[in-house]
Structures are given as structure tokens and as C-alpha cells.
């Protein structure tokens, strides 16, 4: 069975502050890798994804997450916050039967 | 370009009503389907995801039911309301076979069971 563990339930950084997002999975195969980011009351939108070839990538606004399958980690990072950032945060991985799980999220607050 | 539509944005039921659901994809042929409830605190559960028409797969056992009548169209239903289904309903789809894609968002509907 896959599943995809946030550990943090929330966050809060200033704003300038790095970021770092944790995301731990549990799947059999090569994991496909995805963050979403939510807005209060809004869909979801896509930030990156990972399916193959470098471990390291660049999504929309800045972030970026680097998959390392030795940790089973697939972490999301972001320089330097804007409070525009403030969302809840997703990580979800796909199987091949084409099955999206997501993790219970992290929601992130940024200080001024 | 494809597109989703889900509706109602906002519904308030009473407990032991029924629910529909409706989300409907433009823009692509068979694709996935899938419902996602996001109770407060709790995440994004997938409660059912499709492949193509009357093929639904449910992950939790539950008041819910879905059905797929249409390649384009994935309905959500309750005979019966519980407390406990209120929460926000995220309806999305992916290329079928295409696991590399990633899965597109409506809007959600926020519903209150009272």
C-alpha cells in the first residue's frame, strides 16, 4: 500500500526565512512525486513534480524539492518567504495504477 | 485547454437528506477521475477514484457512493446524510495512463451537514 506522511501539522517562519517542507512516502515502485499548494476555501494548485532524471526541481513561485530515495523523502524548499506564501501545503504520490495520494498537509503561517 | 467544473460551491443539508455531486471534465477524452474529501485538520482523503466509465474504485467504506454515467462526468451521492460528511469536496482528473501528469483541481464544494 502507498502512503505519504507530512509530519508537521504546521509551520511558522518570517517572512525573508528559509523554508523547508517535509515529505516522507511509503511505495513498493518508483514513486511520482507531486506538491500542491491551497489557498483557504480554494482548489488545489500545483507548485512541482518529480518523475525522473534529476532530483533536484524547480517549481512555480520559487519553490523547489529535491527527492532523495534513499531517505523515501521528497522535501520542498523555498529561500526566502513572501507572506503571500502563507497556504497549507501538500505532498502526494502516484502510483502506476494512476491511484493520488496525498499527505494530511502542513499548513504554513509566515510572521511579518 | 481542459477545464473542470464542480458544483454546488456551498451546500447546507440537513442530516438524513440525500446528496448529489457533480463534476464534469472539458477538454480531454477519458480521463481519470477522482473525490477527495478534506475534513478539517485531516488532510485530503480519496474516497473514490475512476479509470473510465463505470469502473470506480472506493477507498473508504462509507455513507458515500460515485458514479461515472458519462466519460466526462463523476457524480458524488448520499442516500443519507451523516453529521460526519460535512466537510470541503475536491473533485480532479489526470491524463489516463499518463502516471508522470499531474491531476488538475475544481474548485471544491463546501458542504455542511446540520
Known amino acids: 500500500a502507498q502512503s505519504v506522511t507530512q509530519p508537521d501539522i504546521h509551520i511558522t517562519v518570517s517572512e525573508g526565512a528559509s523554508l523547508e517542507l517535509r515529505c516522507n512516502y511509503s511505495?513498493?515502485?518508483?514513486?511520482?512525486l507531486f506538491w500542491y499548494v491551497q489557498s483557504p476555501g480554494q482548489g488545489l494548485q500545483l507548485l512541482l513534480k518529480y518523475f525522473s532524471g534529476d532530483t533536484l526541481v524547480q517549481g512555480i513561485k520559487g519553490f523547489e524539492a529535491e527527492f532523495k530515495r534513499s531517505q523515501s523523502s521528497f522535501n520542498l524548499r523555498k529561500p526566502s518567504v513572501h507572506w503571500s506564501d502563507a497556504a497549507e501545503y501538500f505532498c502526494a504520490l502516484k502510483s502506476s495504477g494512476d491511484k493520488l495520494t496525498f499527505g494530511t498537509g502542513t499548513r504554513l503561517a509566515v510572521r511579518p | 485547454s481542459q477545464t473542470i467544473h464542480q458544483w454546488p460551491a456551498t451546500l447546507v443539508q440537513p442530516v438524513g437528506s440525500p446528496l448529489s455531486l457533480e463534476c464534469t471534465v472539458e477538454?480531454?477524452?477519458?480521463?481519470?477521475l477522482y473525490w477527495y474529501r478534506q475534513a478539517a485538520g485531516r488532510g485530503l482523503q480519496l474516497l473514490f477514484y475512476s479509470v473510465g466509465i463505470g469502473q470506480i474504485s472506493s477507498e473508504v467504506p462509507q455513507n458515500l457512493s460515485a458514479s461515472r454515467p458519462q466519460d466526462r462526468q463523476f457524480i458524488l451521492s448520499s442516500k443519507k446524510l451523516l453529521l460526519s460528511d460535512s466537510g470541503f469536496y475536491l473533485c480532479?482528473?489526470?491524463?489516463?495512463?499518463?502516471?508522470?501528469?499531474?491531476?488538475?483541481f475544481g474548485q471544491g464544494t463546501r458542504l455542511t451537514v446540520v
Open positions: 477538454g480531454t477524452s477519458n480521463p481519470n
Open positions: 480532479a482528473w489526470s491524463f489516463l495512463d499518463r502516471v508522470d501528469t499531474e491531476a488538475f
Open positions: 511505495y513498493g515502485a518508483t514513486p511520482y
